[in-house]
C-alpha cells in the first residue's frame, strides 16, 4: 500500500487527517503529517521531513500531499520527491485525502491521478 505524508502549514495537515478519521470511522494506517510554523526554519524541516517518510513507506512508496504549491511545506516536499517512487500533489483538501486513501492500493501513477481529481471533483458551487 502505498503511503501517505501531509506537510502543510500548521496543523491543517492533522485536522484533514482527523476529519478523514470521522468520515472513515477508523485511522488510516500508513499516514503521517508534519506540520510547517512561521517560526519553523526550512532546513530544519527537511531532516525531520525525511524521517517521517520513512514511516510510512513500506516499500510500495509515497504520495506527499501539500497545500499551497511554492509555499514553505510544498518546498520541503519538492526535496522529497523521486519520480515513482515519492510523488507529490499540492492543493490538499478533504476530497483529495479520501480519493487518495482510497485509491493507494493501486499504482502511484492512478493515485496521483484519482488524488488530483479527487480534490479539483470536490470543489463545486452550491445553489
Do not use: W
Amino acid at each position: 500500500m502505498i503511503g501517505l505524508f501531509l506537510i502543510t502549514h500548521g496543523s491543517y495537515g492533522e485536522s484533514l487527517i482527523q476529519c478523514a478519521c470521522h468520515v472513515l470511522n477508523s485511522r488510516p494506517q500508513q499516514i503521517a503529517q508534519l506540520g510547517v510554523s512561521a517560526q519553523d526554519d526550512p532546513l530544519d524541516a527537511l531532516p525531520l521531513a525525511e524521517k517521517m517518510l520513512t514511516l510510512v513507506d513500506d516499500g510500495d512508496g509515497v504520495l506527499i500531499l501539500t497545500d499551497i504549491f511554492g509555499a514553505t511545506p510544498a518546498n520541503v516536499a519538492m526535496k522529497l520527491l523521486k519520480r515513482g517512487k515519492v510523488e507529490g500533489v499540492a492543493g490538499v483538501n478533504l476530497p483529495m485525502l479520501l480519493r487518495a486513501l482510497t485509491y493507494r492500493d493501486k499504482d502511484m501513477e492512478t493515485l496521483v491521478t484519482r488524488a488530483i481529481a479527487g480534490g479539483r471533483d470536490g470543489v463545486v458551487g452550491m445553489q
